[in-house]
């Protein structure tokens, strides 16, 4: 996957040293509740689309772009569904970064729009979609996190955002 040009300027300063990045992380649910997963090609396992937000980017509208980027399902942003802090993440050059990540409920803009998933990137082996019950045994636990988060605030709207850690 590629660095961030933002990230290898930083990268050129710090070397390998930790750094901390804010991420943006989207549980999409089309309107036969199923979710929306991409199978990442760093690991092989299923998650929830994500990504580093650009300086002065809007989280939201980070999240929007990375989901049609990945993905290529346009979505709309109802909720913010959690704050979360990742456990430091070691690359396989050394470099080291830890994510606050904002994660976001989503919805495609249209049952085209869902229609439209495919791999978008080649952050993504395959993308699809899933009834929560059938979601992979390999889904990232981190994903696992967010998905509980989602549907936690979704069954009870006011009781969000969930903050963790």
Do not use: K
């Amino acid at each position: 996957m590629p660095v961030p040009d933002f990230v290898a300027a930083l990268r050129a300063h710090v070397g390998h040293d930790l750094l901390w990045l804010p991420g943006v992380s989207g549980v999409v649910l089309d309107d036969d509740g199923r979710l929306l997963l991409g199978r990442r090609a760093d690991t092989g396992r299923w998650a929830v689309p994500s990504g580093i937000l650009e300086p002065g980017e809007e989280p939201a509208a980070g999240l929007v772009r990375e989901v049609l980027e990945e993905t290529g399902v346009d979505v709309v942003v109802d909720a913010l569904v959690s704050v979360t802090v990742t456990d430091p993440v070691d690359y396989p050059n050394g470099d080291r970064s830890q994510y606050l990540d904002l994660c976001f409920l989503c919805r495609p803009v249209s049952a085209l729009a869902a229609a439209r998933a495919h791999v978008g990137d080649d952050e993504s082996l395959e993308v699809a979609w899933f009834a929560p019950a059938d979601v992979p045994a390999d889904l990232t636990p981190s994903s696992a996190e967010r998905l509980a988060h989602a549907l936690g605030w979704r069954a009870a709207p006011g009781a969000g955002p969930f903050f963790t850690r």
